[in-house]
Structures are given as structure tokens and as C-alpha cells.
């Protein structure tokens, strides 16, 4: 079986208490989990959880970064900051982020070489609009976000980069991308990873798939050739749903 990796992005939910509750049933109950995991809880509840999964096969991650090291950015929250609370990978470029919070490629860009750079993993996250997929520049948009976000990542530091295939259109909306679509979606990005760098990579970068993830549809999802994991948003949120999409048959 392929290396499957499965992350639980928590978005703006749950206080410290909640939080801590849900990563205790996930340490629990995915501890024979044989993929790789991950949550992102909000920053207030990174240093509880981070508590309750390390040394576990649970990874931390944030759900964004500041582009700046640190200095005068009121509001925002710095890599070292991050990394001081044991935060392993970040997740950017989140399409609420483009398009709630008009974050661009170029900033994207600057987040994702900055984190790289002080050693975290990153999930890049790409994906179309409804109105986009109806014109058919599905791809073009999934294209430009790639390049653009991956613009100065070496082929070293493309190691630590997963990249998350969410189309807007199926975010939170209970409409999720048929295995098909998303697997068409998911070869062509490794295409594009192929052209910027070679065909080992293209073959070994993960693509997670996020939109509607459910138990229910996990696993036809993950039987598809290019679909390496899911990035979970809502069900994500109970261990009853998270648990069998992270373990799913
Ligand atoms: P949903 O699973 O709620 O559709 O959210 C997906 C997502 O945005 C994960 O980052």
C-alpha cells in the first residue's frame, strides 16, 4: 500500500478544552494507524495539542504563517513562534485564505519559502473557483498556483512539500469532486510538478485531496492512482468521522 497521508484542518473551531479532547481520542484510536497524520488546530490550542501528540505518529500543524520572520506585523503569527511551540508543517495558500483574505501567489510564495527554509513540511494548497471549473480553466488555475507557489523551492526542499488539491467549489459544501474528476485533476499537477522538476518528483510528490472528505467516500477516493490523501475539513472535527477516513479500507 502507498504511503497515504491524511490531515484534519480544524479552522476556526475549538477552545483549548474541546481541542484537547479531540486530539486524545485521535492519539488513542489511530495509534495503529499505518498512513501518516497530521491536525491543525487553530494557533490558541497549538501548544495544548502539541502537548498531547508529540511523540506520537500525530503531527502538528499550523493553518497559516506570517511571510516575515518577525517584527512590527500586528495580528500575525511568526515561523519561529511556530516552530517554538513544535509545530512540524503548515498548511498554505488555504483557498479561505485566497479568497476570504485576498492572500495572492506571491505572498503564498514567500510563506512557503520561508517556512521551508526553517525546515517545516508545507501544504500547498491549489484549487478552482466553481465559476473557473465552468470555463474549463480548471487545470490553467491549478497550474499557475503550483508554479507560482512553488517559484525558488529546490528540488531539495520539494521534498518536505505536499501539495492539496481542494476546488473551491467543494469546500464545506457537502459536493465532492467524483474520484474521476479529482484524480484527472490530481495527474495533471503531477504533470506540472514533472516539467518544473523531473519525473522522479513527479511521481514521488504526495497530492492530497481535500473537499467533502467523508468515511464514506474516503476510500474511493484513495483508490484512485494519483490521490495520495485527503485534507479534512469539517469531519475532521469528531474522531468519529476523522478516525475512519484516516484508517480507511
Ligand atoms: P471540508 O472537508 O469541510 O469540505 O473542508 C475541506 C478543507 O478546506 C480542508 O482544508
Request: with cysteine; charged share 25%.
Amino acid at each position: 500500500m502507498r504511503n497515504y497521508f491524511i490531515a484534519g484542518n480544524w479552522k476556526m473551531h475549538k477552545t483549548r478544552a474541546e481541542a484537547a479532547a479531540l486530539a486524545q481520542a485521535l492519539v488513542a484510536q489511530l495509534k495503529d494507524g499505518k498512513h501518516k497524520y497530521l491536525v491543525a488546530p487553530s494557533f490558541t490550542a497549538l501548544e495544548t495539542v502539541g502537548k498531547i501528540v508529540a511523540g506520537t505518529n500525530i503531527m502538528l500543524g499550523a493553518q497559516n504563517m506570517a511571510a516575515e520572520e518577525q517584527g512590527a506585523h500586528t495580528g500575525e503569527v511568526s515561523v519561529l513562534q511556530l516552530k517554538d511551540l513544535g509545530v512540524q508543517a503548515v498548511i498554505l495558500g488555504h483557498s479561505e485564505r485566497r479568497h476570504l483574505y485576498k492572500e495572492d501567489d506571491a505572498l503564498i510564495n514567500k510563506k512557503v519559502r520561508l517556512a521551508l527554509k526553517h525546515g517545516l513540511e508545507v501544504i500547498l494548497c491549489v484549487g478552482e473557483l466553481l465559476e473557473e471549473r465552468e470555463a474549463g480553466k480548471a487545470e490553467a488555475v491549478c497550474e499557475t498556483q503550483t508554479v507560482k507557489g512553488l517559484e525558488g523551492v529546490t528540488a531539495e526542499e520539494l521534498k518536505r512539500v505536499t501539495i492539496a488539491y481542494e476546488p473551491v467549489w467543494a469546500i464545506g459544501t457537502g459536493k465532492t469532486a467524483t474520484p474521476e474528476d479529482a484524480d484527472a485533476i490530481h495527474a495533471f499537477i503531477r504533470k506540472v510538478i514533472g516539467k518544473l522538476y523531473g519525473e522522479a518528483a513527479s511521481k514521488s510528490i504526495c497530492i492530497q485531496y481535500g473537499g467533502s472528505v467523508k468515511p464514506e467516500n474516503a476510500a474511493q477516493l484513495m483508490a484512485k492512482p494519483n490521490i495520495d490523501g485527503a485534507l479534512v475539513g469539517g469531519a475532521a472535527l469528531k474522531a468519529e468521522t476523522f478516525v475512519p477516513i484516516a484508517k480507511f479500507a
